[in-house]
């Protein structure tokens, strides 16, 4: 008799039960849950998710231990382990953003995966079990994002858990305001995911846009330094998560670590610098409030044409076009720059943002991030709703009529060839989805990108904005 290895299973809904993260949940839920479940079996040294990786995806540990680690200049930094029970991935089911971390197994492991509906499911189920992910977010990301940051990198482990007992995580909506120029400088701020802006205000002009800042960049630290009311206002541009640590506890830092006072005084010192520059740079200051306004620095990537160089012969549209099924994704209109160092403009293209509408609003599953972070329209399961255009703040999304079930042209029924089938998906009542959402998908698995390639000048051209606009981002 040979020994075969047993294969991991999911355990019974009586064990999973037991688990903190259901033990809320109604059995039946449970049930329900159980029976469309999958699991997945991870070897040792095998690499989960990578640092920066997008995925769809939350893990709970079902047995097996995992290592967590973070980049750092000096190297990988082990910031934890996590077993049974624990989970990790793509916590939050409204939004994706890249992992801070990465996730190493170091044994055998057998790992529960949730699709985002499902987690949604258990979320909406079990106010215990929001809970419960809302403080274990909180709590890894406090300790992940603050020993990314170059003002805590002579943290030890004490530090840093001193600091994220005290820290607390803050979720702000869209254009909501974080604080206002004139108010007491009562917290320092690290930004955790999304979009702020800075602005001052001038009596006899319109408000003066002083600085964009993203993740992993910091505000409020000049009025809490100088024991001076706020000197200017912070808006939330996107939803954003600030970790937020108080007066108190940010002069304590500065007492404990004096070379923090020193890096800051640094920072406030050039920002002051940048502050007067904009104040006299009418070409700066117009850059930075065309890039904050026009949302570019959301977008994970940008088509941008060189007006200078446009010859307006629509080449770029054309060869979009021609590998679309004759739908252009690209529209040569769009925001445009027109200065006295650049004129550039940015045609209408799907933007692939770091927090898409259009993806975490889909109710099919029709749409993905690729792991590079790209945006995907899945044409299987597309039913043609129109809902994620409807969601596009920037309206990119195109709704166009789907292939008939035969495809022919009048060569082929010329020469009398047969037609070819062509994939048509059915509802779960036999009605066929006549329309498909069509998106910019970069050319992906193509040598180059149409457009670009097809542009007799040189005139368009793809970039990443964050890298592009460089010199417009606040100093940190």
């Known amino acids: 008799m040979t020994d075969q290895a047993t294969v991991p299973q999911i355990p019974p809904v009586e064990e999973l039960i037991q688990f903190e993260l259901f033990s809320d949940l109604p059995q039946s839920l449970v049930k329900r849950f159980h029976e469309k479940a999958t699991n997945r079996e991870v070897e040792p040294d095998e690499v989960i998710l990578l640092e920066g990786q997008y995925d769809h ?12 680690t973070q980049s750092s200049p000096n190297g990988s930094v082990l910031i934890g382990t996590l077993k049974r029970g624990d989970f990790f991935g793509d916590m939050n089911p409204r939004t994706t953003q890249p992992s801070a971390v990465a996730i190493t197994a170091t044994t055998d492991c057998n790992l529960l995966e949730l699709s985002k509906p499902q987690l949604q499911s258990i979320l909406d189920a079990s106010p215990h079990a929001q809970s419960f992910i809302d403080r274990t977010y909180n709590n890894r990301a406090l300790r992940s994002e603050l020993r990314g940051v170059s003002l ?6 004490e530090d840093l858990d001193r600091l994220t007992k005290t820290a607390t995580v803050v979720r702000y909506p869209s254009d909501a305001p974080i604080f206002d120029e004139g108010d007491e400088g009562d917290a320092f701020y690290l930004i955790r995911t999304g979009f702020v802006k800075i602005l001052k205000k001038r009596p006899s002009a319109k408000d003066l846009v002083l600085a964009y800042l993203r993740e992993g ?20 541009l996107t939803e954003t998560e600030v970790i937020r640590i108080t007066k108190d506890d940010f002069n304590a830092l ?20 940048r502050n007067e520059e904009l104040a006299q740079n009418q070409s700066l200051a ?9 949302g570019l620095m959301e977008q994970n990537t940008a088509l941008v044409i060189d007006m200078d160089k446009c010859i307006h012969c629509d080449n770029c549209s054309d060869a979009c076009a021609a590998i679309h099924d004759g739908h252009s994704l690209l529209v040569r209109h769009g925001p445009q720059l027109d200065t006295t160092t650049a004129n550039i403009q940015f045609p209408t293209s799907c933007h692939h943002c770091d927090d898409p509408l259009c993806l975490t609003g889909c109710n099919f599953n029709a749409m993905e991030r690729t792991t590079a972070g790209e945006i995907r329209i ?12 409807k969601l596009c703040p920037y309206d990119t999304i195109t709704m166009v009529p789907r292939q008939s079930e035969i495809k022919v042209g009048w060569i082929d029924r010329l020469l009398g060839r047969e037609p070819e089938p062509v ?3 059915t509802s779960p009542t ?10 910019c998908d970069l050319c992906i698995g193509r040598p180059h990108m149409n457009c670009v390639y097809n542009c007799p000048t040189g005139a368009i051209f793809r970039v990443k904005p964050s890298d592009y606009f460089v010199g417009v981002e606040s100093i940190s």
């Open 254 to 273: 500065l007492e404990s670590h004096p070379g923090i006072r020193r890096q800051l005084v640094d920072v406030v010192s050039r920002r002051d610098a």
């Open 57 to 68: 995806v939350m893990y709970v540990m079902l047995s097996g231990y995992v290592h967590v």
């Open 430 to 439: 036999g009605k066929k989805y006549k329309r498909l959402a069509m998106q």
């Open 152 to 157: 805590f990198e002579g943290f030890n482990s």
């Open 286 to 294: 117009q850059t930075l409030e065309f890039v904050v306004n026009q």
């Open 378 to 389: 899945i044409e299987e399961t597309c039913t043609g709703c129109n809902l994620c255009a």
């Open 217 to 236: 960049q910091y505000f409020g630290e000049m009025a809490l330094l100088n024991e001076d009311p706020r000197s200017a206002s912070v808006m939330a």
């Open 423 to 425: 994939f048509v998906p």
